[in-house]
C-alpha cells in the first residue's frame, strides 16, 4: 500500500481516515451485519494494528484520565481487532493475502507439498488471511485436512473416557448442524469444497477476532473428531447390547431425536423400527428382569412394565444413558426403577404392607439403596407371616390423611336415627379378628377373608354385622344398636357372651 514504516505510537491520516471511514461504514451496514459474498479482512499488518492500538490507547486515557486497574485489555484487543475488519470483494481479498504473505500471484496450491505448507503454517502469525489461504486454496484445505486426520488416526480412542467421547460426540454434531444450516451438505464434503463464506465470516473470524484460524482449524477437527469418536461409541455398544437397544428405542419414539438423527445422517439412513428396537432391549434386559421378578416374587409382566417406565425416565437423560451405559452402570440403574415400581405395586395392592414400610423407614431411616433393600425384605418376611386376614386388601369408600401420616378412614351413613361415627380401620380389623380367634373355626375365619376381599366397603360388613346383630339379640338391643349406630365394634363385641358370639360367626358363614 506504499505505507513506510513509523514508530509505535505515530498514527499517519490515513489511518485516522480510515477510522472515520469505518466508523460511518459502521453505521450504514447495521452494526457491521455484512453480505454473505464479503470476505471479512483486516488488511493491517501487525505493526500498524500496534500503532492503531497505541493511538486508540492514547485517547482514551485523554478522555477518561487515569485507565482503571481492572480494566479489560484483552477485550479491548477484540473490540479492536473486530473493528478493523473490512467486508472485501473476492478479489481483493486475494490481492490483500497475496501481498501479505509475499507471493507472485494467487494460486491453488502456492506451497506445493504437505511439508511446504506445514512449515508455513507453524511459522504464521494467526489473522484472517490464514483463514483465507487455507479455506479458498484447495492445496490448503488437503494440506491441513490431512494434518488434522494424521492427529486423529494416532489416537488410542479405546483409551479414552466415555464422558470425553460424548464431548466430542456433542461438540462435532454441533458444529455440522451449524456448517449444514450455512452450505446445505448432505455430508461433510470439505476438504473437496471449503467452508462457506458467511459461515466463517459470523461464525468463526467475528466470534474468534484475535485468532481466527484457531477457530477455523478447530470447527474442521471438531466435525472430524465426532465421527471417530461416533465409531469408537459403536464398537463399544456392541458389548452392551442393552444400550444399543435404549438408544435404538429411544430414537424410534422420541420425535426430537429422529428429526436430529436426519439431520445429522445421510439421505439414505432409515430411522430405526420402534417394536424391533423394543424387542431388541427386551432381549437384553429379559435375565435380569426374570431374576428380579423371581427374587420379588413378582411376574416378569410386571418387570418388563416397570422397564419401559425406566426407559422413558432415562429419554430425558439420554446423554446420561449412554455414559452410564458404557459404564456399565445402564443396567442397575434401570433395575433400581423397576424395583421402585414393585413397591408402587406392593403398596397399591398390599395397603397393609405399605403402612409397615412406612413404619419401618420411619424407624430405622436406611441411609442408602441397599439399606433400604435390605429393610424391605426383613418387612417383606414379616409381613409373610401376619394372618391371612391382614394382608386382604382394604377397601375403603373414601380416605382422607391425618397430619401424622396415618391413614383413616370415612364410612358411609347407614339409615338410621343417627348412622355411623367416624372409626379407625385398623380398630374393625382388630374386632374381627378377636371375633374370628374366639369361634377357632377355620372354615368361618376363612368365609369372613372371603367377604372382605370380595371388595365389599365398610358400610356392607357393617350392614352384614347388624343384621346379624338383629337375629340373635333381644327388640330391645336393636333399638339401642340402631340407636347408637355400632359406635365401636369392640365395644359391641366385649358386651354379648360367647354364645352370641358363636351364634353371630354362624350367621356370617
Aim: charged content about 30%; proline content about 5%.
Amino acid at each position: 500500500m506504499g505505507r513506510s514504516k513509523r514508530r509505535a505510537g505515530e498514527v499517519p491520516q490515513w489511518v485516522r481516515d480510515f477510522v472515520a471511514r469505518r466508523e460511518q461504514q459502521l453505521l450504514e451496514e447495521n452494526e457491521g451485519q455484512v453480505s454473505s459474498s464479503a470476505y471479512l479482512l483486516c488488511p493491517f499488518s501487525n505493526d500498524e494494528i500496534e500503532a492503531i492500538r497505541a493511538w486508540l490507547w492514547k485517547l482514551m486515557q485523554e478522555a477518561i484520565g487515569a485507565i482503571p486497574t481492572d480494566f479489560d485489555r484483552l477485550m479491548f484487543e477484540h473490540y479492536l481487532r473486530e473493528f478493523l475488519l473490512l467486508p472485501l470483494s473476492r478479489q481483493e481479498m486475494q490481492e490483500a493475502v497475496v501481498r501479505h504473505y509475499g507471493w507472485k500471484e494467487w494460486s491453488e496450491d502456492p506451497w506445493g507439498d504437505s511439508a511446504t505448507f506445514d512449515k508455513w503454517l507453524d511459522s504464521t502469525h494467526d489473522n484472517e488471511m490464514l483463514v483465507w489461504a487455507a479455506n479458498d486454496t484447495a492445496g490448503g484445505r488437503f494440506y491441513l485436512s490431512y494434518r488434522l486426520l494424521w492427529n486423529l488416526a494416532l489416537l488410542d480412542y479405546s483409551s479414552i473416557s466415555p464422558v470425553l467421547l460424548m464431548d466430542w460426540v456433542g461438540t462435532g454434531a454441533e458444529n455440522y448442524l451449524l456448517l449444514k444450516k450455512y452450505s446445505g451438505w448432505e455430508r461433510f464434503d470439505y476438504p473437496e469444497k471449503p467452508l462457506p463464506t458467511e459461515f466463517v465470516n459470523q461464525q468463526i473470524i467475528t466470534i474468534y477476532p484475535s485468532c481466527p484460524f484457531m477457530g477455523y482449524a478447530f470447527t474442521v477437527n471438531s466435525v472430524s473428531r465426532w465421527q471417530f469418536a461416533v465409531k469408537e461409541l459403536e464398537r463399544r455398544a456392541i458389548e452392551h447390547p442393552e444400550l444399543a437397544g435404549f438408544l435404538k428405542y429411544h430414537t424410534a419414539t422420541d420425535t426430537i431425536i429422529a428429526e436430529l438423527c436426519r439431520k445429522l445422517a445421510p439421505k439414505d439412513y432409515r430411522l430405526p423400527e420402534e417394536y424391533k428396537s423394543r424387542e431388541q432391549l427386551e432381549e437384553a434386559m429379559r435375565k435380569p428382569l426374570s431374576s428380579i421378578a423371581r427374587r420379588h416374587k413378582v411376574s416378569y409382566v410386571a418387570a418388563q412394565g416397570g422397564l419401559f417406565e425406566a426407559v422413558y425416565h432415562w429419554k430425558a437423560k439420554a446423554y446420561e444413558a449412554v455414559i452410564a451405559g458404557l459404564e456399565g452402570k445402564l443396567i442397575p440403574s434401570l433395575l433400581r426403577i423397576v424395583k421402585n415400581r414393585i413397591i408402587d405395586l406392593w403398596r397399591e395392592e398390599n395397603p397393609q404392607l405399605a403402612a409397615l414400610w412406612k413404619e419401618a423407614v420411619r424407624e430405622n431411616k436406611p441411609k442408602n439403596p441397599i439399606e433400604r433393600w435390605a429393610l424391605m425384605e426383613k418387612v417383606k418376611e414379616e409381613y409373610e407371616k401376619m394372618p391371612p386376614w391382614k394382608k386382604a386388601p382394604l377397601s375403603l369408600d373414601r380416605e382422607t390423611e391425618k397430619e401424622d401420616g396415618e391413614t383413616s378412614c370415612l364410612v358411609d351413613l347407614i339409615p338410621g336415627e343417627q348412622g355411623l361415627e367416624v372409626y379407625n380401620e385398623i380398630e374393625r380389623r382388630d374386632v374381627l379378628a378377636a371375633l374370628i380367634e374366639e369361634a377357632r373355626l377355620p372354615k368361618r375365619q376363612q368365609l369372613v377373608i372371603d367377604l372382605t376381599r370380595e371388595g365389599k366397603t365398610d358400610r356392607q360388613i357393617v350392614l352384614a354385622l347388624e343384621e346379624a346383630f338383629n337375629k340373635v339379640s333381644s327388640e330391645g338391643n336393636v333399638r339401642k344398636l340402631r340407636h347408637d349406630g355400632i359406635q365401636r365394634l369392640k365395644q359391641v363385641a366385649s358386651e354379648l357372651p360367647p354364645d352370641e358370639i358363636d351364634n353371630i360367626l354362624a350367621q356370617l358363614s
